[in-house]
């Protein structure tokens, strides 16, 4: 099927073009704000569970150093009994 063009026909499939170009440009501006939100979430979410676990870390390190200190104390006190 062929169509014969003109000055009107043009106009009108570059008109149709920069439509759906502009849908198309915005809809990606859309999905890549959505992106950068969800980026940004995640590594905030990674940050907050790193000082979490870090801390938690800390905290376990501590009771481990009480821990063996007491027991190297205790370890010395039953050596130096008789």
């Not at 920069?18 to 959505?34: N, T």
């Not at 980026?39 to 905290?59: D, P, R, S, Y």
Request: hydrophobic residues 35%.
């Amino acid at each position: 099927m062929y169509s014969v063009s003109n000055q009107e026909s043009w106009t009108q499939h570059s008109s149709d073009l920069i439509a759906r170009s502009q849908k198309v440009r915005a809809k990606v501006k859309e999905y890549r704000d959505l992106i950068d939100q969800m980026l940004c979430k995640t590594a905030t979410e990674m940050t907050n569970q790193w000082n979490i676990v870090n801390a938690t870390f800390g905290v376990r390190i501590r009771e481990y150093i009480k821990a063996q200190t007491d027991l190297e104390t205790h370890l010395a006190k039953v050596r130096t009994q008789p």
